[in-house]
């Protein structure tokens, strides 16, 4: 398998090209962290790693994007670039919520496996993204825009609970307010599109097209007054 893999949704953008097998691929990644102007950079980053890993784009089996929570921008600009290789190559596509992503690789980084794990983002406006995984990776509650308090009191009633993310200091403050124990960490983690090449690689590419996990309306709007007129 030869799995072409992007990731634009938050604080960081990368590409990767796994080749293999699940298990123990050959990986050609790059990573940067950035909060603005991936699609400046991701296209350059495509390149890099199918030169690296010395493919044209017909050789690939596949394509994956993390298809959000994150910016409204960093998420358009990861499905838009998914989307239009896909088209131009005729591949398949596989998407990926950018938190499984983080779930995967904080279990990879925590020293002791949780029984739960939850991933917040904070996604501003006083809310924050989370989901809730076991200790083996597997979803127990889908992504959603939260307000700490709200995402305190999703978290499991019994046992200390680890937390990852940007998000996860405003969860863990919230937490004992409505009687949950919580220990923040990894509040540097983000996607990083080497771990998404690899889960690709056990992944069922989709039936139809690749959706935008958009979970709430994109902050910026026009001003009142501002719109600009259609010409006929």
Do not use: N, W
């Not at 690296?52 to 993390?66: P, Q």
């Not at 290789?85 to 919520?97: D, K, N």
């Not at 983690?189 to 979970?215: C, D, F, N, V, W």
């Amino acid at each position: 398998m030869k799995i072409l893999a992007l990731d634009t949704t938050l604080g960081a953008c990368s590409a990767s090209v796994a080749v293999g097998e699940s298990g123990g691929p050959a990986l050609f990644s790059v990573f940067e962290r950035r909060e603005r102007e991936h699609a400046e950079v991701i296209m350059v980053m495509i390149e890099k790693v199918m030169g690296d890993a010395g493919l044209a784009f017909g050789a690939l089996d596949a394509i994956a994007a993390t298809v959000g929570p994150g910016s409204f921008t960093g998420v358009r600009v990861g499905v838009a670039a998914a989307r239009g290789l896909a088209l131009a190559t005729g591949h398949p596509l596989i998407g990926v919520t950018s938190l499984e992503v983080m779930a995967h690789l904080a279990l990879e980084r925590l020293e002791e496996t949780p029984g739960t794990l939850a991933i917040a983002v904070d996604a501003r406006r006083g809310e924050v993204y989370q989901a809730l995984f076991t200790g083996a990776g597997e979803t127990i509650s889908p992504p959603a825009a939260l307000t700490p308090e709200q995402a305190a009191m999703q978290l499991p009633e019994t046992g200390t609970l680890f937390i990852a993310g940007g998000g996860a200091q405003l969860v863990a403050r919230a937490a004992p307010a409505v009687g949950r124990k919580t220990k923040a960490v990894l509040p540097d983690l983000q996607p990083e599109a080497a771990k998404l090449a690899e889960m690709a690689l056990t992944r069922r590419p989709i039936s139809g097209p690749l959706h935008p996990l958009y979970l709430r309306a994109p902050d910026a709007k026009p001003q009142a007054g501002k719109s600009v007129p259609r010409r006929h």
